[in-house]
C-alpha cells in the first residue's frame, strides 16, 4: 500500500525525533532508571530490577516547554486535521468554560502528544532509537487503525482463583476458558505502569486459568461492562451451582491490544476467602453440564431467584462459618418461604424435602431443613455460635459441628438447581411453592407408611 500525505507527514515526524533525540543523547548521554519488573513463577513472585534509559526525561531535559516538539508535529498535524483523521479535541479554558473554535496553536499541543506517544513507546519498548522507515510505518498504520474507527476493542482478562482445569472451552458469547501462564501474567502486570498495586499481585498470583475475550466500546466513551459482568456472573454462579469449591473472581482487567491495562470492573459477589484451600477443579467429562447449567442460570439469574443467587455467592467470601450459614438460608428462604405468613420452620423443611424428593431421602431431609431453621435462628436472635454447640442428631445421625456448613451449602445448592429446572417450565415461583405444598401433604403422610410418594 503506497503512503498517502498524512502518513508521509508521519514518517517525516518520527524521522526528526529520532534524529534529534540522538544528538541530545551525543551532548549529554541519556540517563537511566531503574524499572522494577514484577515476575511470576510457580513458586511465587519475584521482583528483577533493571537499568533503562528514561528517553521521557531527555526530551524534558532538552525541550522543558515542548516547544520543539510542539513545531516538529505541526505539518503533521495539519495533513492530518485535513483528512479527518485526526478531530479538533473539546477545550476548555482557564475557568472551565468550553471553548467553541480552538485556535491552532490551542489545540496542537494535544494533538502533538497523541501523535509522538506510539513513537515513545516504541523507543522505550526497545530500550534505545534504532528504529526504521519499516518499523515507523508498521508503528502509524496501526494508529492510524485506531484514529479513525468509531469504536476500540478491549481485550479483558478475568483470572479465576482457586481453579484448575485440563481443558479450554468457551462459555456464553464473550468469555473463553483459558490458562493464564505465568509469561502472560507478567507481561500484562507490566503493561499497568505504575499501577502495580498489591491487589493485582495477589489476583494474577492466585490464578492458573482466567476467562478471557474482547468486546468494544465506542470512542469517547467508558467501558459499558454489563454484558461482560453479566456472562461473568453467570458462568462463576454455574461453576459454584455445578459442585463444590472455592472458585471465585476479584475484578475484570482491560485495555487496548496494544498499550496500558486498567484495572476494571470489581466482581465484589464472586469473592473468596483470602486462604481458601478447598480448589475447585473441572474435568472434561464435566464441560456439557456447565454449559447446560450456564444458559439455565442466565435464563434465572435475574428472575424471582436473584436474592437467592446473590446470597449464595456471597457466602463464599464468608471467613466465618456463621456468616455463611446466615447467607445460605437466606438464599433458601428467599425461595422456599415466599408468600408463607406462618408455619414458617414446618414449611420450610416440607418444602425442601419434597423439592429434593428424587435425590434425597424426604425424612432426613425434612429433619435437617427443621435443624438448619433452628440454627439460622440460634445465630441470629440469640447470639450463639455454631462450634460453640454440641453435634446435632439429624433423623437418628449425629453429625459432626465441622460437617454442617458443608451440608448447609450442598443443600442450597440442590435447593437452587431443583427451583431452577421447575421455573423452566414457566410457573412462577408462587406457583411452584403451592404444588409443593399439595404434594408435601400427600409426602409426609405416606413417610409414616413407608411407602413414599414424594418423587
Not at 298 to 314: D, E
Request: glycine content about 6%; overall charge neutral.
Amino acid at each position: 500500500m503506497l503512503p498517502d500525505v498524512a502518513e508521509l507527514s508521519f514518517l517525516d515526524f518520527g524521522r526528526k525525533c529520532l534524529n534529534q533525540f540522538a544528538a541530545w543523547a551525543l551532548v549529554a548521554g541519556v540517563r537511566n532508571y531503574d524499572e522494577v519488573k514484577v515476575v511470576f513463577g510457580d513458586i511465587g513472585i519475584t521482583e528483577v530490577v533493571t537499568s533503562r534509559p528514561n528517553y521521557w526525561r531527555l526530551i524534558r531535559e532538552n525541550d522543558p516547554n515542548l516547544t520543539w516538539l510542539h513545531s516538529a508535529a505541526s505539518n503533521c498535524i495539519e495533513k492530518h486535521i485535513e483528512l479527518g483523521i485526526l478531530k479538533v479535541p473539546a477545550m476548555t479554558d482557564a475557568a472551565g468554560a468550553s471553548i467553541s473554535n480552538p485556535t491552532f496553536e490551542q489545540f496542537a499541543p494535544h494533538l502533538a502528544m497523541q501523535l509522538f506517544f506510539p513513537i515513545l513507546d516504541k523507543i522505550e519498548g526497545q530500550n534505545g532509537l534504532q528504529i526504521n522507515d519499516a518499523d515507523l510505518t508498521n508503528l502509524y498504520r496501526l494508529q492510524r487503525s485506531l484514529w479513525e474507527s468509531t469504536s476500540t476493542r478491549q481485550v479483558f482478562s478475568i483470572p479465576l482463583t482457586n481453579f484448575v482445569t485440563d481443558v479450554t472451552v468457551r462459555i456464553g458469547k464473550l468469555l473463553e476458558l483459558v490458562p493464564f501462564s505465568n509469561e502472560e501474567k507478567t507481561e500484562t502486570f507490566q503493561s499497568f505502569g505504575r499501577m502495580n498495586v498489591f491487589n493485582i499481585r495477589h489476583d494474577f498470583g492466585s490464578a492458573s486459568f482466567k476467562f478471557a475475550g474482547d468486546f468494544y466500546q465506542d470512542k469517547g466513551e467508558g467501558p459499558d461492562f454489563g454484558a461482560l459482568l453479566s456472562e461473568a456472573r453467570t458462568a462463576i454462579t454455574a461453576l459454584r451451582l455445578m459442585k463444590a469449591g472455592d472458585v471465585g473472581a476479584f475484578s475484570i482487567y482491560y485495555g487496548p491490544p496494544i498499550g496500558k491495562f486498567n484495572a476494571g470492573a470489581s466482581i465484589d459477589d464472586f469473592r473468596v476467602q483470602a486462604f481458601a484451600s478447598n480448589k475447585y477443579s473441572l474435568l472434561s467429562t464435566e464441560v456439557p453440564t456447565l454449559l447446560a447449567l450456564f444458559e439455565t442460570v442466565q435464563r434465572s439469574i435475574f428472575g424471582p431467584l436473584q436474592v437467592a443467587f446473590r446470597r449464595f455467592n456471597q457466602s463464599y467470601a464468608r471467613r466465618q462459618s456463621d456468616d455463611k450459614i446466615i447467607d445460605m438460608c437466606i438464599a433458601l428462604e428467599s425461595s422456599l418461604l415466599t408468600g408463607q405468613k406462618d408455619e414458617i420452620k414446618s414449611t420450610f423443611a416440607k418444602r425442601a424435602a419434597t423439592l429434593l424428593a428424587q435425590v434425597r431421602d424426604p425424612l432426613d431431609a425434612y429433619s435437617f431443613f427443621r435443624f438448619l431453621y433452628d440454627l439460622r435462628s440460634a445465630i441470629v436472635h440469640e447470639g450463639k455460635s455454631l462450634f460453640a454447640m454440641k453435634p446435632p442428631k439429624i433423623a437418628g445421625k449425629m453429625i459432626e459441628i465441622g460437617e454442617v456448613p458443608v451440608l448447609c451449602e450442598e443443600s442450597t445448592r440442590q435447593v437452587l438447581k431443583a427451583y431452577m429446572a421447575l421455573l423452566s417450565s414457566g410457573k412462577s415461583l408462587s406457583q411452584i411453592n403451592v404444588d409443593l405444598d399439595m404434594l408435601g401433604i400427600s409426602c409426609l403422610q405416606s413417610l409414616r407408611t413407608g411407602e413414599s410418594t414424594c418423587s
